[in-house]
């Protein structure tokens, strides 16, 4: 894969992280690994990143950003916000149905404890602004809890590899428990469901992952840039008060 480089260490990291999680797959990806293509030791590696759980749950909450992202384009053109839900759901579970490297990267994100805190308060805060009229009365609590339920179910169609099962009769019943869950009624869930299923499911998916890592460097450069501008107006302030002074 041809790479762009960035020219600081922590982001180099990432970037090359995200490809070695989307290439070889997250459980062969190894911090040493990541360290050999950077030219780097080990140790470069654990100073920003502790352990490779710590590299997952950047790669996760820049993915999660992403993806909103494009969820967000899909709305504009007719998803509504109780869909980008469905769609979220969707685009995962029909990555993992069809790579084996997208099962082995989201079925970690879910089992690790960093990057399920992380979701979790995640979506909890935008399913306080989804569900607001259906959940008026609900507290945080029961905002938490039905997010763990909400997970569960998700794990659940994602890692799920029974034959017997369509894929589309697994999404389907996820998405009408989790609707259910937040207390949407039947007609409505039967028409986001439908609408949902009716997109290009495959098309979107594929879109998320290849368009991944591109996203990646992009947000790598822009941090970059605000470093560097940061850098040069503390230089300039640092500057103008040493003149002063003498």
């Not at 950047?58 to 969820?71: A, E, G, N, W």
């Not at 640092?238 to 003149?243: G, V, Y």
């Amino acid at each position: 894969m041809a790479r762009t480089r960035v020219t600081t260490t922590k982001y180099e990291i990432i970037q090359v992280a995200a490809e070695c999680f989307f290439d070889a797959g997250f459980s062969n990806t190894s911090p040493k690994m990541i360290a050999e293509e950077l030219g780097l030791s080990t140790g470069n590696i654990t100073y920003y990143f502790p352990t490779k759980e710590h590299l997952l749950l950047v790669i996760v909450q820049m993915l999660c950003d992403f993806q909103l992202k494009m969820l967000e384009a899909e709305a504009n053109i007719g998803i509504g916000s109780v869909a980008s839900i469905c769609l979220e759901t969707m685009t995962v579970a029909v990555a993992c149905d069809e790579s084996e490297i997208a099962r082995d990267f989201f079925t970690a994100a879910f089992q690790s404890e960093l990057c399920r805190n992380y979701l979790r308060e995640n979506h909890v805060e935008r399913a306080k602004k989804i569900f607001a009229k259906e959940c008026s009365g609900w507290s945080d609590e029961q905002f938490h809890q039905a997010e763990l339920l909400v997970m569960g179910l998700q794990y659940a169609a994602i890692v799920s590899t029974n034959a017997e099962i369509s894929l589309q009769t697994r999404i389907g019943g996820a998405l009408n428990q989790i609707l259910s869950i937040y207390q949407i009624d039947t007609k409505t869930r039967q028409k986001e469901i439908e609408n949902v299923l009716a997109r290009d499911c495959r098309g979107i998916s594929k879109r998320v992952l290849e368009e991944f890592i591109s996203f990646v460097v992009k947000q790598n450069e822009k941090t970059l840039e605000r470093m560097i501008k940061g850098n040069r107006r503390k230089n300039k302030l640092t500057n103008q008060t040493a003149e002063e002074t003498i």
